[in-house]
C-alpha cells in the first residue's frame, strides 16, 4: 500500500476521491466535448498545439486519475504512455477502461522510477491540489524523472491563492506553476505557454512547456 504523506493525499484516497473519479471519467470525445464548453477550445488541439512536433519515445502521467488524459493521447498517436495514480480505485478505473498504458498506483512525492527515465513528464489539474510547502517536492519528482520536458495544464493566477474547493479548505490552489518552475529549477528553460481563460467565469488555465 502506498504511503500517504500529506492530507491532500489522504483526502483524494477518501470518498470524495472516488466519487470525483467517477464524475469525472470521459471518453476522448467527451473530454473534447468538456473543453470546449469550458474553455473553447478542445483538448486534443491543447495537446497537438504542444506536443505535436515533439519527438518524444515515452511519456509519464503524474496524477493521471482514471486515464483520460493518458487515453486522448493515445488515440492521437503517442505511445509508451505511462501513468501513477495514488488512488487505487481510481487507477482500477483507468485500467478498465483503457488499453495498452502502463499505470501504477504510487505518490507523486516518491516515483518508482529512474532518474531521467522519461522523455516527457505532465500534469494535468495535478499542482493545483498540491499545497505550496510539499509543492517543491513533487516538482523536483517530476523534474528528476524528465528526460527533457515537463509539461502541466493547470489553473493559473498571477498569485499563489488558496480557493474554496467544493466546500473543502486547503484542497485547491491556483498559481503560475510554470514560473515556480523556473524559480525551482534553473536550468529549466519555457519553450511555450498559452492561457485559456473560461467562459462561464474569470478563472484561466495554463498550459506550459519546459525543457531541461
Not at 5 to 22: L, P, V
Not at 103 to 122: A, E, R, T, W, Y
Not at 145 to 172: A, F, M, Q
Amino acid at each position: 500500500m502506498t504511503k500517504l504523506i500529506t492530507a491532500q493525499e489522504k483526502f483524494w484516497t477518501s470518498e470524495f476521491g472516488r466519487d470525483y473519479a467517477q464524475r469525472n471519467y470521459r471518453s476522448s470525445k467527451e473530454l473534447d466535448a468538456f473543453y470546449m464548453e469550458n474553455l473553447g477550445i478542445p483538448r486534443s488541439k491543447i495537446n497537438k498545439d504542444f506536443l505535436g512536433k515533439l519527438k518524444i519515445g515515452n511519456i509519464l502521467e503524474v496524477g493521471c486519475n482514471a486515464g483520460n488524459q493518458l487515453s486522448m493521447l493515445q488515440n492521437q498517436g503517442f505511445k509508451n504512455l505511462y501513468g501513477i495514480e495514488i488512488y487505487d480505485q481510481a487507477m482500477e478505473l483507468a485500467k478498465q477502461t483503457t488499453k495498452n498504458l502502463s499505470i501504477i498506483q504510487g505518490s507523486g512525492f516518491d516515483m518508482p522510477f529512474k532518474n531521467s527515465c522519461f522523455d516527457l513528464v505532465f500534469t494535468s489539474g495535478v499542482l493545483i491540489h498540491t499545497n505550496p510547502k510539499h509543492l517543491k517536492k513533487l516538482m523536483a519528482e517530476i523534474y528528476r524523472t524528465s528526460k527533457k520536458y515537463i509539461w502541466g495544464v493547470e489553473y493559473y493566477h498571477p498569485k499563489h491563492i488558496s480557493i474554496d474547493y467544493r466546500g473543502n479548505k486547503n484542497c485547491l490552489w491556483k498559481g503560475d506553476f510554470a514560473q515556480m518552475y523556473l524559480d525551482f529549477f534553473s536550468d529549466l528553460k519555457l519553450v511555450k505557454e498559452k492561457k485559456y481563460r473560461y467562459l462561464k467565469n474569470d478563472n484561466m488555465d495554463s498550459s506550459f512547456l519546459l525543457k531541461k
